[in-house]
């Protein structure tokens, strides 16, 4: 275990020594545009027919375990599914208002632009590649789950019942096959073009063409061109994306935008409240050393007083016992004289 | 230790509320092993859309929040210069120790992978997270919190020299702990600021940092009255005078403050409300849901602590404690369990299961013995002879 210098950067910028986190979040604010030619894929629900095809190309390509129920069971699509530990992707039937026939959508990982799980985790075990795709390092997750919390999408599972290492589980966009020049497994499988893969601004631009090639058949939005901030994956449909469960209100704002303001104020926290703290506590002691002196000083006048009164007091005193031995000396002189004159009288 | 149980006057046989510790303790046991063995899945009712709990809900967020007490009346005492509450530092820094250290114990049950806990410190960081700040801070206060209550043990020990050492730092890690308290207690709001489209815009707002820190003061103020009232009962034998004394005082500053603190919260409350203009919201079901916290559990215990202070009523005051700790508790349910996917059908909601109940309390359950343990030896409710006067 080493500490690399992101790690240590981030140590010292989160204990208050500078502000590397808020500058990162500032970076983060900026809005990322998205890497420069990187794929995307085109969902159309138009053209999804639901036969799950998809689905098991996913399975097949990620060597995941079989569903509890097979793939031929088209009845499986009438129950409201979500991704799970066994499922990449899923297909889901939706029956909206006004229309006899049902429509399908399938459900993955988006592969955000800017991901909310990316921002989220705390050990940065997601990646947005250039090529991208967002992809998931299981050999640093500590199993938090907050990726999941995070994610606007509901995309990430977890492999709940695995007691020793249990891990997140979601869609890589089949980034080893991609970088190779493949195919994802589930575009590969798909029989009748629902599903395209290219770059985002190619598919952005067959999402156009098709839309307005085909305007009673489509919608003139393209869900993940702009939805928190955009995502790889997009989708276009004949029916509002509310229909097919899939959230109209989720904003434009990317996800770390959500956090970053905030965190960026953690620093600051970290730098002023020492001064604070401390200025608060110097006034206090000031205070307090203030009425400590002040009662000293009372006290040594106090005192100072005290000791003049009884100085003068001995003063009186003294003046008072020198008079009176004063007047006893001249007392008894007197009566000595008088004795005497006396007495020389009755010897005359 | 007999002899040690003996002198803390504590007699030994089998009581009623003897034999519920000893059940709850086997229950833990048992469901610790089954947890480890079966994985999460074995024990809890987390799925794929609810993958934050009970042990979130309340082990987290509740335990940080209950644990505040420790930096609230360190910071009076120590910063703010209060000294006549000296004597309720020690049991409340010992309360924030044991909160935090069984908050990292109950993270060791919730986290897939409890070994991996120190990964982000040491192998990869992730500070785009609110949770890497949490983690980090968590971590570094647990730390200052032992500084902080090991004098006490060391008095008992004898280390005296040691124990002069740590006693001269009280003022850095006073100042250091509330640094790391305001940053994660509010921390702990803002982790949920990443899912606005999930957690009902009630309780959703930017302000949630902030609205965590000031309710953790609360949170804090509370728990070391209630803590003072059930030290005064059941530890009354160790108690020495001057803590005696101050067990009347306490209460009277710490529901002033706590009063103020809990009106500027109900303000935070309704500006963030009016910011995000949710008005509209309060009719609903949830709106309801909403205001009876907010008057139940903010206004009311507002009201109360203020009207005990004034009239110097304590038992208004304890009253009020007890309310105020149910109103954290509901707050932070509400956030990370009522509130969040709300707009999931009822069936796909989380409830917890009985097993991670059990955890729950057993974890609450050793927390109290380890309180005891050390209270009826170490000088926390008393002042040891010989360092009486020197902090
Ligand atoms: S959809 Fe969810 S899991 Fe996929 S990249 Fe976006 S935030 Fe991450
Ligand atoms: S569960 Fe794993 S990947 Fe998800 S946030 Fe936690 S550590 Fe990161
Ligand atoms: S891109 Fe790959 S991993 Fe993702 S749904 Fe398609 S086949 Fe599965």
Known sequence: MSIDRRTFLALLGASSLNLVPALEAKGASKHFEGYPDSYGILFDSVRCIGCRRCEIGCNEVNDLPLPEEPFEDLGVLDKKRRLNERAYTIVNKYHPEGRSAPVYRKLQCNHCLEPACASSCFVAAYTKTPSGAVIYDQSVCVGCRYCMIACPFNVPAYTYADPVSPRIMKCTMCYPRIIRGKLPGCVQACPNEALNFGTREEMLSLARERIKGHPDSYLDHIYGEHEMGGTNWLYISGVPFPELGMNENLGTTPAPKLTSGALAAVPVIAALWPVLLGGIYVMNKRRDTQAEQEKDQAVTRARTEADEKAEAKLKAFKKQAEQEKQEAVAKAVHEAEEKASSQTDEES | ?391
Request: charged residues 10%; positive net charge.
């Open chain 2, 1 to 391: 230790m007999s002899s040690d149980a003996r002198q803390a006057g504590i007699k030994p046989g089998l009581t009623p509320l003897r034999i519920i510790v000893g059940l709850i303790l086997v229950l833990g046991i048992i469901v610790t092993v089954l947890r480890f063995t079966t994985g999460l899945a074995g024990v809890t009712n987390l799925d794929h859309s609810n993958p934050w709990g009970l042990w979130i809900g309340f082990d987290l967020l509740c335990g940080v929040a209950l644990a505040a007490g420790g930096f609230v009346t360190s910071a009076a005492v120590y910063i703010f210069g209060l000294k006549k509450y000296r004597s309720a530092v020690r049991p409340a820094i010992l309360t924030g120790f044991l909160g935090y250290a069984l908050v990292v114990v109950a993270l060791g049950y919730d986290v897939g992978i409890p070994w991996r806990l120190p990964y982000p410190f040491f192998v990869q960081a992730g500070p785009t997270s609110f949770l890497f700040e949490v983690a980090l801070c968590v971590a570094l206060y647990l730390t200052v919190l032992f500084l902080e209550f090991s004098p006490a043990a060391l008095e008992w020990l004898g280390y005296s020299r040691l124990r002069n050492l740590i006693v001269k730092l009280t003022l850095v890690l006073t100042i250091f702990g509330v640094i790391l308290s305001t940053m994660h207690q509010s921390s702990l709001g803002g982790l949920y600021l990443i899912a606005p489209s999930k957690l009902h815009p009630l309780w959703y707002t930017a302000y949630l940092p902030v609205l965590f820190f000031v309710s953790s003061i609360v949170a804090g103020l509370s728990m070391v009255i209630l803590e003072s009232t059930l030290s005064a009962k059941y530890f009354n034998r160790v108690l020495d005078k001057s803590h005696q004394q101050e067990q009347d005082i306490l209460p009277l500053g710490f529901a002033k403050a706590a009063a103020l603190i809990l009106l500027a919260y109900f303000f935070l409350q309704v500006i963030s409300l009016a910011l995000d203009n949710d008005w509209g919201y309060l009719t609903s079901g949830y709106g309801l849901w909403y205001c009876l916290e907010l008057s139940v559990f903010v206004l009311l215990p507002c009201f109360l602590y203020a009207v005990g202070y004034r009239e110097k009523n304590l038992r208004i005051i304890r009253f009020t404690s007890v309310l105020a700790v149910i109103g954290i508790v509901v707050n932070r349910f509400n956030v990370s369990l009522v509130a969040f996917n709300w707009h999931l059908p009822l069936s796909e909601r989380y409830f917890p299961s009985w097993m991670e109940v059990v955890i729950s309390i057993f974890l609450v359950t050793l927390g109290i013995l380890a309180f005891r343990f050390i209270v009826t030896r170490m000088p926390v409710l008393f002042e040891h002879p010989e360092y009486r006067d020197s902090h």
